[in-house]
């Protein structure tokens, strides 16, 4: 058992009565350790609170990012280690947080952390209820706003997604209501045609001459404003000297199907003088159809693409740890940022596509993207180059998001990646979104992030270990 008197010696009980340090001394004990011997070691269960009494410690933690950190060693009596949040009761961690090594021979006061906490309690009822607080109030303001940022990106993310999607879909609704009418007419003009006695194998040539006319559609060559127009010309003065009614509204529809002045001579010859005009009427009409249904197939194919944009993005019906293709998670996030790019900004991607998969945890990774587009938006405004590259360096891959904005001031440089720094106005922005970033490449991946910037020309680079993580789920 260890004397009061040297108790008393060290700062961290100065203030103790007799009785409690006797209390004190009674509960603990004294261990000595040898030079290089652990006295706790990080990720061991917490059962002590430690005090050096003489001697020499270092404590030591192990991260994912920076690998083994030492912190410079100490001969100060009463530095303490171990199981230092044991007040927390079932909110502490209940592994060492941390490695004590004895640098050279030691003699520790080593008191169990049930007892530790029982003494802070009962002892420091206010000092044990502040640092409670401290510990959990900042913990707990931490979620909150990397909750509302992520939340904030979301909504960001939404509105161009509904954006994006409400094009096509308010083509494929109007090309639906345009098709109901168009279909109703082309059944009456082939009712009408049936009426005046086509004969069966004319009424079939006809047929046939639209199903050319829908297949050539998607397989005409380009052709320049002038051609077009020249040929909607020739092909609407043979129809009007054939007396056809609205001659010159039916040929951009034939024509734009590659129907020319040659085709509208065997089709007369098809069918006859007599059921020409009503043929070419019907005609023109199923080639109306046959690109309607062009438009609503694009429509909802881009919908889908849109949809599976998102699902990529948000990693729906996904293992949280697994290789992927970091292109389709980059494009996932441009598709969702298309709607919020603004008409003067120009997206440039630069990949390199000898890219092997990458383990990594999706979600979280399109959650770096995000922040790294969003900001680089932010930074140019209505016009600039948005540049997307990816490369290959022996085990790691490397994403680099660039922008020509007002870049990051040389004497803030140092400071983007710490929580709750923010060069925005207030109201605009949390300052976590870049600490979030950085906490996932280099916390969850054991990456690295880091920029280079000048005005006009800003490069956030990520790398990312092409092996994986330890500990990956």
């Given amino acids: 058992m260890i004397d009061i008197a040297?108790?008393?010696?060290?700062?961290l009980f100065e203030r103790l009565s007799d009785?409690?340090?006797?209390?004190?001394?009674?509960?603990?004990?004294?261990?000595?350790?040898?030079?290089d011997e652990y006295i706790v070691r990080q990720g061991e269960p917490a059962e002590c609170f430690a005090v050096l009494l003489e001697g020499e410690i270092q404590m030591i933690m192990e991260t994912v990012s920076a690998g083994s950190v030492a912190m410079p060693r100490t001969s100060q009596p009463g530095v303490f280690g171990g199981a230092t949040a044991a007040y927390l009761g079932d909110q502490a961690p209940t592994t060492y947080q941390h490695t004590l090594r004895a640098t050279a021979p030691s003699r520790m006061f080593m008191l169990p952390a049930k007892k530790f906490a029982y003494i802070v309690t009962e002892w420091f009822p206010m000092a044990m209820h502040l640092l409670t607080g401290l510990q959990s109030g900042g913990r707990m303001q931490r979620e909150l706003i990397d909750r509302r940022q992520r939340l904030t990106a979301l909504g960001t993310i939404t509105a161009g997604l509904t954006h994006e999607l409400n094009n096509p879909a308010a083509a494929a609704v109007r090309a639906v209501r345009e098709l109901r009418s168009l279909i109703a007419r082309s059944r009456l003009q082939l009712a009408q045609l049936a009426e005046d006695g086509i004969a069966p194998e004319k009424l079939r040539a006809l047929i046939d001459a639209q199903e050319a006319c829908t297949r050539r559609l998607a397989e005409q060559p380009q052709r320049s404003p002038l051609e077009i127009s020249d040929a909607e010309d020739e092909l609407g003065e043979a129809l009007d000297e054939l007396g056809v009614e609205d001659a010159w509204d039916l040929a951009p529809g034939l024509v734009n199907a590659g129907f020319s002045t040659q085709d509208l001579e065997k089709v007369r010859a098809k069918v006859g003088e007599e059921y020409?005009?009503?043929?070419?009427?019907?005609?023109?009409?199923?080639?109306?159809?046959?690109q309607m249904l062009d438009e609503v197939a694009e429509a909802t194919e881009r919908i889908t693409t849109l949809i599976g944009s998102a699902k990529q993005y948000s990693q729906m019906d996904r293992a949280p740890f697994q290789r992927v293709d970091v292109h389709e998670l980059l494009d996932s996030t441009l598709a969702i940022f298309r709607g919020k790019i603004p008409p003067g900004i120009t997206v440039v991607t630069d990949y390199d596509r000898t890219l092997p998969p990458i383990p990594c945890y999706a979600g979280e990774l399109n959650q770096v993207w995000t922040?790294?587009?969003?900001?680089?938006?932010?930074?140019?405004?209505?016009e600039g180059t948005l540049t997307i590259r990816t490369a290959h360096d022996e085990d790691e891959a490397i994403v680099e998001i660039?922008?020509?904005?007002?870049?990051?001031?040389?004497?803030?440089?140092?400071?983007?990646?710490?929580?709750f720094f923010t060069t925005k106005s207030v109201?605009?922005?949390?300052?976590?979104?870049?600490?979030?970033?950085?906490?996932?490449?280099?916390?969850r991946h054991g990456g690295e992030i880091k920029v280079r910037s000048q005005p006009g020309d800003t490069w956030f680079e990520v790398r990312l270990p092409l092996r994986e993580p330890a500990g990956a789920d």
């Fill in 427 to 443: 109201g605009e922005g949390t300052g976590l979104g870049l600490d979030i970033s950085y906490r996932i490449v280099a916390g």
């Fill in 371 to 382: 922040n790294l587009m969003h900001n680089a938006l932010d930074a140019m405004g209505q």
């Fill in 276 to 290: 020409t005009t009503k043929a070419l009427h019907w005609l023109a009409e199923a080639v109306e159809i046959a």
């Fill in 6 to 11: 040297e108790l008393r010696k060290l700062f």
């Fill in 19 to 35: 009785e409690q340090l006797s209390l004190l001394a009674a509960s603990g004990g004294v261990r000595i350790f040898e030079q």
């Fill in 402 to 419: 660039g922008d020509t904005g007002h870049g990051v001031p040389e004497a803030i440089r140092d400071r983007i990646f710490e929580p």
